[in-house]
């Protein structure tokens, strides 16, 4: 097993080197105009400045294996250019950025894995129940709603109508505390996870009330997903011989399902949970968008309007990280749940 993770392991960085390729190709596609607006935070206020020395000095007239070569440079040191979105660094505006990103993603998780798994399960192992129908239901409504059109008809209802569960980050009064009193301690920017360090609950109970319209929006797609193929999955290995043979030896059906059926049930499920979690970031930029929630994707968004360059390669690389990131996970998942991939 720890031969199989080595070499998963050594394929990363060709794997990254081959990701950050792609992004240049895209990134070579714009002129050299465009190109100097990584370098330089705004091109059209350069005064007594010929653009033409800039595209010069930083290369952006080299063939292009040298301009990569550069950028490659930059990219290594952190040097991602300037966001004029966030009117900062880029790698500025990701710290201040990610908090947000990452508790969102986080939360979502919950429901997605412990929910879509546990509920798959008891779907199939009481196949053709009223919770069988539900499951199913569910399953096949949330797969089929887009995502901005129930972000939009939650926020329509829980708050234009209910006054339950606002947007944005945090309620007026306990953001002016959490950022401008100094009596609470930002020790990680996740407001959820800094208010239990804090043993401030009530700031914790305003940030999870309005994580909970974000967090049901993000997550029910996937959650629709992983529910269906867990219960297809797991109706299948039901089916298998060995499972018959358990029940037939007088095995509890309890210990039948824990550990005969579940293992092997979960092996196709962790692709899926693995490259779901990944795939969240396309949920976040229409997620974040529509509930005003300061985090990467909604910069993200804001960069694709103003053609933000700098924050929109930086935002590529990161996705595209935290896929290869995700594969490899369900890589070293197949080999702790399946043993004959340890074997070979």
Do not use: C
Not at 97 to 125: D, K, M, N, R, Y
Request: glycine residues 6%; positive net charge; proline residues 5%.
């Amino acid at each position: 097993m720890i031969a199989y993770i080595v070499r998963r392991l050594l394929l990363l960085p060709i794997v990254l080197f081959g990701l950050l390729f792609i992004v240049f190709q895209m990134y070579n596609l714009l002129d050299p105009f465009q190109k100097l607006a990584v370098f330089v935070p705004d091109v059209s206020r350069l005064k007594n400045v010929d653009p033409h020395l800039l595209i010069k000095e930083y290369g952006l007239d080299k063939p292009w294996w040298y301009q990569f070569g550069r950028w490659l440079n930059n990219v290594i040191h952190g040097e991602f250019g300037w966001s004029k979105t966030a009117n900062r660094d880029v790698l500025d505006a990701f710290k201040r950025f990610l908090p947000q990103t990452v508790e969102l993603t986080l939360w979502a998780a919950i429901p997605i894995i412990l929910g879509g798994i546990w509920l798959g399960q008891l779907s199939a192992v009481k196949q053709n129940s009223a919770i069988d129908q539900f499951a199913r239901v569910f399953a096949v409504t949330g797969w089929s709603l887009p995502t901005f059109v129930a972000g939009i008809l939650g926020l329509f209802i829980f708050y234009g109508l209910l006054h339950w569960f606002p947007p944005g980050r945090l309620s007026t009064n306990v953001g002016l505390y959490v950022f401008t009193s100094g009596k609470f301690h930002l020790y990680t920017g996740i407001i959820t996870l800094d208010a239990i360090l804090n043993w401030n609950w009530w700031v914790f109970a305003d940030a999870l009330r309005h994580l909970i319209l974000p967090v049901v929006t993000l997550s029910y797609v996937s959650w629709a997903l992983l529910l269906r193929v867990t219960r297809s999955s797991m109706l299948e290995t039901l089916r298998q011989e060995y499972i018959m043979t358990a029940r037939a030896k007088g095995l509890p059906e309890r210990v039948v399902i824990k550990r005969h059926a579940r293992r092997n049930a979960l092996i196709p499920v962790a692709t899926i949970a693995g490259l779901t979690i990944a795939g969240l970031m396309g949920g976040l930029v229409i997620t974040e968008t529509i509930f005003d929630l300061p985090g990467i994707g909604r910069w993200a968004a804001n960069a694709a309007r103003q053609f933000d360059m700098p924050a929109l390669l930086a935002y590529l690389l990161f996705s595209g990280f935290l896929i290869v990131i995700a594969n490899l996970t369900v890589d070293i998942l197949y080999a702790v749940i399946d043993p004959r991939v340890r074997l070979e």
